[in-house]
């Protein structure tokens, strides 16, 4: 047996425990709680993550001031950051390890229900559905199905208005821990380049899941969006007590 076809063994028969409580939608339900699995197993990565923007935010003084006695010497400004960080105990790249530990799932999802075969045999679960719209169908086939608000294509705008929901949501926490973040560097302009762009550029990066729901199979666009949610409540809790600093990845 195939790796592809032992996961969708476990995804169908996950999908059957929950029959009885999620009915028809059952297998859409058993993809909502191998996300949560998923999330649940890189949450250590998160809370470190955590730890390390606030310590990063913190530190941001600091940093500036590197980069203002040696603006004219990037290397030497390279390791004094870099030994600021060391002696911390801070790692510049704890941001991005969550999502790149979520990567392999997702795109295990993506084949899962973008195969018309697992193993050399039919993939069942494509005949599976989310209310109207089966999970390997993608967004351009509800609107071939019924347009935007056939039953198809509901499903998706239920999906669509979650995700612009959560991505409002981060796009006013972002501009204000932006906002903080160039306070605490006021007077350092010249010292941070590119700060203007990314400051610009950063809030609007939640409403990029929208791309990615719209053209991936239904199946890892649910994932997409259970995750994004996930991420929402997440940073809440775990940055709480922060008072600046710009967002990590999820």
Known sequence: MS????????????????EPVAGTAS??????????????????LSRAAARGQKARTRLQPQVAALRKKYKK???RLQKATLELYAAEKVSPFSGILPSLCQL??????YHLFASAEIGGAPNTLLGHSLFAAPLGDRWKDALADGGM???????????????????????????????AS????????????????????????????????????????LYVVTSTLWTAVERTVLYR???AGVPVAA
């Open 27 to 44: 297998t859409a339900a058993a993809i909502v709680l191998f996300t949560a699995f998923v999330r649940l197993l890189v949450l250590p």
């Open 3 to 18: 790796f592809f076809s032992a996961f969708a063994d476990l995804v169908d028969g996950l999908g059957d425990v929950l």
């Open 149 to 179: 608000f056939g039953a198809h294509g509901q499903v998706y705008l239920v999906l669509f208005a979650v995700v612009v929901a959560v991505a409002v949501y981060n796009y006013r926490r972002t501009k204000r821990q932006l906002a």
């Open 104 to 109: 392999p799932a997702f795109f295990l999802m």
């Open 73 to 75: 010497n990037p290397e």
């Open 182 to 221: 160039a306070a605490l560097t006021a007077g350092d302009a010249e010292a941070l380049p590119g700060m203007g762009a990314m400051n610009k550029i950063a809030p609007l990066m939640s409403f990029m899941t929208l791309f990615t729901v719209g053209f991936v199979p239904l199946a890892a666009g």
């Open 241 to 243: 007590e922060e008072p």
